[in-house]
T-cell receptor
Framework: KQEVTQIPAALSVPEGENLVLNCSFT??????LQWFRQDPGKGLTSLLL?????REQTSGRLNASLDKSSGRSTLYIAASQPGDSATYLC??????????FGQGTILTVHP | GAGVSQSPSNKVTEKGKDVELRCDPI?????LYWYRQRLGQGLEFLIY????????KSGLPSDRFSAERTGESVSTLTIQRTQQEDSAVYLC???????????FGPGTRLTVL
């Protein structure tokens, strides 16, 4: 059974810092890995999707890496801003369609 | 364009009642998913529809839960004889194909008293 773990559970940083969120998964036979952000009272917003054949994806200040063999992914956020405050979720797809999610990292960026 | 929409946004019901939750996926998306997020827990997969194929119901927690989808449009998730442990946010997502990015709706917050 696929299990996804995210570390840390919560993170509080001052504005402007670069930060790294970690995700690990137990079954390396994945199709892809997706990072989402979730704002209170709202649904999930997809940030980046990395296919199993890819090593990384970049979008603006976000960079996600994938090491499938070791079962790890990191989300790097450069020059963090208060608007980045949210819960960040990592999810892997190991069967057709279904995503398995981690518990999330609650990020607070204070001015 | 329009995203995934869900209704109602909030539902409060009494234990033992049946509830029906609705999801309108993005037009043209063939795949539709239901997930559940209980307080303090991660998202749990419930059910997945792909076109006209038989749905993947492997995540449904009990036979009180069922879901239907009409073609490639609206889906309804029905919970019969609700229990307090059914209280959660129910999230719906859709994707163009099963391997593509999933786009989520805002969710329905269900509270069972």
């Amino acid at each position: 059974k696929q299990e996804v773990t995210q570390i840390p559970a919560a993170l509080s940083v001052p504005e402007g810092e670069n930060l790294v969120l970690n995700c690990s998964f137990t079954d390396s036979a994945i199709y892809n890995l997706q990072w989402f952000r979730q704002d209170p009272g709202k649904g999930l917003t997809s940030l980046l999707l990395i296919q199993s054949s890819q090593r990384e994806q970049t979008s603006g200040r976000l960079n996600a890496s994938l090491d499938k063999s070791s079962g790890r992914s990191t989300l790097y956020i450069a020059a963090s801003q208060p608007g980045d405050s949210a819960t960040y979720l990592c999810a892997v797809r190991t069967s057709y369609g279904k995503l398995t999610f981690g518990q999330g990292t609650i990020l607070t960026v204070h001015p | 364009g329009a995203g995934v929409s869900q209704s109602p946004s909030n539902k409060v019901t009494e234990k033992g009642k049946d509830v029906e939750l609705r999801c309108d996926p993005i037009s043209g998306h063939t795949a539709l998913y239901w997930y559940r997020q209980r307080l303090g827990q991660g998202l749990e997969f419930l059910i997945y529809f792909q076109g006209n194929s038989a749905p993947d119901k492997s995540g449904l927690p009990s036979d009180r839960f069922s879901a239907e989808r009409t073609g490639e449009s609206v889906s309804t998730l029905t919970i019969q004889r609700t229990q307090q442990e059914d209280s959660a946010v129910y999230l719906c997502a859709s994707s163009l194909e099963a391997e593509e990015t999933q786009y989520f709706g805002p969710g329905t917050r269900l509270t069972v008293l």
